[in-house]
């Protein structure tokens, strides 16, 4: 059963918990923007949800935010991160959109020195909606950055989740890669190597929460401990403790 909005963004926050790769992809990106001698002030975020990666992004950076746009069709995320951004200091002016995010309306969004798509882009339906989102976000931003996983036995559960909703197998690393190299646009990328890390004694709460993220089926919430950790411990690469190879790919084009 696959998950529903809001089981999704709560077994997403505990995910969170036992993974590092948000904090390393933090420290990539921040790492490339604070060192970068023309700071990059216009940011504009496609998909940017709730907000969790950009919100410690932003708080990272060593200089003044001008403009920060965020677009995601998710109405409840973008009411939450207006709130979560109403008193921050290192923006001068916040713009956030509840549409798709290939919205490249010039009247709406105001061209951006950076876009960021931050684990947005494996709901674009096939290459040719993807084509059309990086040609619109090269008409709106001057560089962009996507994070992005790569196709492996730990995403299975979710390719097969996007099937099902008619997003084909969804968009991995290896297709946004395949798609820039076809269109004749040049990148960098870098490979992070994220860990999820489950301690053996994880709560039956939390170890729920985890599988029906890892595996996108809500069945998992009601199965007990035993269960859960048995299934989960499958993509474990050591014994004992349950630790699981979670990289990201950061492609970067200038």
């Not at 933090?26 to 949800?49: A, P």
């Not at 882009?121 to 993807?130: A, C, R, T, V």
């Not at 946004?176 to 860990?195: A, P, W």
């Amino acid at each position: 059963m696959a998950l529903s909005e809001k089981a999704y963004n709560d077994c997403n926050k505990i995910f969170r918990n036992y993974t590092n790769q948000q904090a390393i992809m933090v420290d990539e990106v921040s790492r490339l923007l604070n060192s970068s001698k023309n700071k990059l002030k216009k940011i504009t975020s496609y998909g940017c949800g709730f907000g969790m990666f950009e919100l410690q992004l932003i708080d990272s950076l060593n200089y003044q935010i001008k403009v920060f746009q965020g677009i995601d069709s998710n109405k409840t995320a973008i009411s939450k991160l207006a709130k979560n951004l109403k008193n921050n200091n290192k923006i001068d002016e916040v713009k956030l959109f509840a549409k798709d995010m290939t919205t490249t309306d010039p009247n709406l969004i105001e061209h951006s020195d950076l876009g960021l798509f931050i684990h947005s882009i494996y709901y674009l339906k096939n290459y040719q909606e993807l084509a059309k989102t990086l040609r619109s976000a090269l008409k709106v931003c001057d560089k962009l950055i996507f994070a992005v996983t790569p196709l492996n036995e730990l995403n299975i559960g979710f390719a097969t989740s996007l099937r099902a909703s008619g997003t084909s197998n969804g968009v991995f690393s290896d297709d946004v890669e395949h798609q820039l190299t076809d269109m004749g646009i040049s990148y960098n990328k870098i490979e992070t190597r994220g860990i999820i890390r489950i301690p053996s004694d994880i709560n039956e709460h939390d170890i729920r929460h985890l599988a029906a993220f890892i595996y996108h089926d809500e069945t998992y919430l009601s199965l007990n401990r035993e269960t859960v950790l048995k299934k989960i411990s499958e993509l474990s690469r050591i014994k004992n403790d349950i630790e699981i190879d979670h990289p990201v790919i950061l492609l970067m084009i200038n």
